[in-house]
């Protein structure tokens, strides 16, 4: 897989003309079928440098259905490194068959280690990764949710020179790495706006180790109650999405921003003109396993 893929294309959503503001999605879901959106900006650097280092082993932290799980995985598997999954939850190890991105990842190479959510919350410590070096020897670690500071440099090339007309830049936001690259390589006339996928006032402190620049913000009001969090609402716009634009979104990230985007501009946020992008980050592959926990609860499914 070559890790310099050109810029993806900008699709616009049809809005009805009386809203006065136009929108477009970036496709950054179309960069590849399995690393796709932010995780391919992600890990472009990070492999890169695993190559120059000289490692073999790549090891990084992520849940049961966790898109960066998936995206190490197949990276990984294409480009010749032994890969490791330190996965939230020792409960999960006997359902690996009937989870699809476990499954998907154990299939492409992946080793997976399940520790108990209480030893997860220690992920970082320096005690907890020597204990990972004991077990695995070397290896390259690469953060939950990837964010580092060679991520954000590989976010910072999402957005190329055709999108300088812009005015507003709309993504999800998890761990804070892709907003950062985007505030970085925004011009100083665009606002950035960020969408968190999940409840906490953590973001703002962690994204300003990346950004000097103050061109962004944060709108806390679409997270549906945390990580993974969806109801009925979400899922029927959702749906609607699809049958009116033939996109599809992801329910934990790219679905709350949308639906986050179209509440603004119902209720006049956004100034008349205003020309906005929104980032399609992937993460498609987490669908089938949202559609399990909504079956189990006998909710409307996502529609694929």
Known sequence: MSFDFE???NQEIALDKTVGVRLFLKREDQLHAFVSGNKYRKLKYNLKEADKKGYSTLLTFGGAFSNHIAAVAMAGNILGFKTIGVIRGDELQTDIEKNPTLRF???HGMQLKFISRQDYRNKTSNAFIQSLKN???DFYLIPEGGTNALAVKGCEEILSGKDKDFDVICCPVGTGGTISGLINCSKPS???LGFPALKGSFLHKDISKFVQKTNWDLITDYHFGGYAKINTNLIAFINRFKSENNIQLD??????MMFGIFSLIEKGFFPKGSKILAIHTG???G???MNM????KKLPLIQV
Do not use: A, M, N
Not at 251 to 256: H, I
Not at 293 to 296: E, F
């Open 135 to 137: 077990e695995f020897q």
């Open 105 to 107: 990842s154990q299939e």
């Open 190 to 192: 665009q606002q950035v």
């Open 251 to 256: 329910p934990v990230y790219t679905g709350k």
């Open 287 to 289: 669908i089938d396993g």
């Open 293 to 296: 926990v909504l079956k189990r």
């Open 283 to 285: 993460g498609l592959q």
């Open 7 to 9: 810029h993806t294309i």
